[in-house]
């Protein structure tokens, strides 16, 4: 239950940094793919140092651990760019709706990971959310922002929740930095042909936001994630991390003035409820094990 707990601390924590990460999209005129790079950058930067604070080693096991790397760190970039492309193309609030699909597509990819079928609990959480998410997004047209917002959304969701189930399956004996480091240095080799030169022209002011964003909304909301990946399930990190949509949104008003309507409201509402539903059945499942 202690580890439980801690898991639990970890993501929440996160969630309400991610919250805030939202922002830099709007707040960076750059592409989602120089954003991604340059914030990149400044992450592994804090995430080296501190681990050779640490005086760990970077080393990894076997050849097919630097494999499952690579594999990671290239769902990282891709979730990376189309999550801020999506906020870029329509609003912080569509871009943030859209990702918080992937706890519904995770409790459905999971179960085939661990051989199992979803629990009739976990497929009600993930109806609420997704019944939730609907009441957030407006019309659906092809022709327009919102839409163009909700299905990069959704694309990155189905990579973010594709990279959470292998890094829970196939990389959780790592300690969640190290893990990191190596998903962050994919991001960046995959991503510095597409976007090198765009660094001659970055602003003095813009590079104290993308060190903002790489270090405190980066390196360390990400590490607090993976690590509670060590301790509880994805599909409990992911339905978790709904309440991002609510944090997401509140900051947009707070800081952009984008406002929420009555259905922004009670869709957050059914998130927050399903996200604290999914918490506390989590907790008593371990209870009785």
Not at 75 to 93: G, N, R
Not at 256 to 274: F, H, M, N, Q, R
Request: charged letters at 10%; a positive charge.
């Amino acid at each position: 239950m202690k580890q439980h707990r801690e898991g639990l601390l970890s993501v929440h924590s996160a969630v309400l940094i991610f919250g805030l990460t939202a922002l830099f999209s709007k707040l960076i005129s750059l592409s989602a793919i120089e954003i991604t790079l340059l914030r990149s950058i400044f992450a592994i930067a804090a995430i080296a140092i501190y681990i050779k604070y640490l005086n760990e080693s970077l080393l990894l096991a076997s050849r097919r651990d630097y494999l499952v790397a690579i594999v990671l760190g290239f769902f990282l970039a891709t979730h990376w760019v189309t999550y801020f492309h999506a906020m870029q193309v329509s609003s912080i609030a569509v871009g943030i709706i859209a990702l918080y699909t992937y706890p519904v597509i995770t409790v459905f990819l999971e179960p085939l990971f661990h051989g199992e079928r979803p629990h009739i609990k976990d497929i009600i959480s993930a109806t609420v959310v997704l019944l939730g998410i609907y009441l957030l997004v407006p019309e659906f047209s092809i022709n327009n922002q919102t839409t163009q917002g909700v299905l990069w959304g959704v694309l990155s969701a189905f990579l973010f929740a594709i990279r959470n189930i292998i890094h829970g399956r196939y990389f959780n004996a790592y300690p969640a930095r190290q893990a990191l480091f190596y998903q962050t240095l994919v991001v960046i080799l995959l991503l510095l042909p597409f976007a090198g030169d765009v660094m001659v022209d970055v602003s003095q002011a813009q590079w104290l936001q993308l060190l903002i964003l790489g270090v405190f909304f980066t390196a360390l909301p990400h590490t607090l994630f993976a690590h509670s990946l060590l301790h509880l399930k994805a599909k409990t990190a992911s339905l978790v991390g709904c309440m991002q949509v609510v944090y997401g949104s509140l900051f947009a008003a707070l800081f952009l003035a984008e406002l929420p309507d009555w259905k922004t409201i009670a869709g957050g509402l059914i998130v927050i409820s399903a996200a604290a539903y999914e918490t506390l059945t989590s907790g008593q499942q371990l209870k009785k094990a």
